[in-house]
């Protein structure tokens, strides 16, 4: 910026910027286990639960650093999250159907 602030100086002040254009992302089941994502994460924003990693809303900002990381891509922004769920419902059962014949 030309008065010598910063971006993220910028932000913080409440100026227009693209984190506030950034979209929270949410871990499918499709996660694996294997803690990248929470190795990657700048902000700690991505902790192990008791099943799978998963990452806290409130201190996610949407920076998507994580997401190239995935090795099973289960990183989703939150608007595709119930899309991604019901496919993978759908495919494991489909799975499982092949299977019985």
Do not use: W, Y
């Amino acid at each position: 910026m030309e008065d010598g602030t910063s971006k993220v100086g910028a932000a913080e002040q409440g100026s227009t910027s693209d984190t506030e254009e950034r979209e929270i992302h949410i871990i499918s089941n499709d996660c694996v286990d294997c803690g990248v994502c929470e190795f990657m994460c700048p902000l700690g924003a991505i902790v192990e639960t008791k099943k799978q990693f998963s990452i806290l809303k409130r201190v996610c900002d949407g920076c998507a650093e994580c997401v190239p990381f995935c090795p099973v891509r289960a990183i989703v922004p939150r608007s595709k999250f119930r899309d991604r769920q019901d496919n993978n419902v759908a495919v494991n059962l489909r799975r499982v159907l092949d299977k019985e014949d």
